[in-house]
């Protein structure tokens, strides 16, 4: 199963981006999926998932301004992020948990062993 993460770029605080997570085996129905974040020198953290019941959880430094979503028709996982900081600026991940470790939350990064390649997103202010 392959990951591939699109839609990082640069903005201005207070800006907006998409991030759109697609894979090759049409998994993401079935499986809780998250984004995760990392920052230079600092450790991957987990900031939203979706279940495969369609329910939600975020981490507080983004709940209210992120938004985690999935498209099954389209095999298509995203993640809206508005009103941006420039401490959002990080490599953006997207991660299948297929053994259900995560128990349908967020969960840590251990219980995900699907990981695609990451997107940048960079937010200057």
């Known amino acids: 199963v392959q990951l591939v993460e699109s839609g990082g770029g640069s903005v201005q605080t207070g800006g907006s981006l998409r991030l759109s997570c697609t894979d090759s085996?049409?998994?993401?129905?079935?499986?809780?999926m998250a984004w995760f974040r990392q920052a230079p020198g600092q450790e991957r953290e987990g900031i939203a998932a979706?279940?495969?019941?369609?329910?939600?959880s975020y981490a507080d430094s983004v709940r209210g301004r992120f938004t985690i979503s999935q498209d099954n028709a389209n095999d298509t996982l995203y993640l809206q992020m508005n009103s941006l900081k420039p401490e959002d600026t990080a490599m953006y991940y997207c991660?299948?948990?297929?053994?259900?470790?995560?128990?349908?939350?967020?969960?840590?990064?251990?219980?995900?062993?699907?990981w695609g390649q990451g997107t940048q997103v960079t937010v200057s202010s």
């Open positions: 991660a299948a948990d297929s053994f259900g470790l995560s128990g349908g939350g967020l969960g840590s990064t251990g219980d995900y062993n699907l």
């Open positions: 085996e049409y998994i993401l129905s079935g499986y809780t």
């Open positions: 979706i279940n495969d019941e369609g329910i939600t």
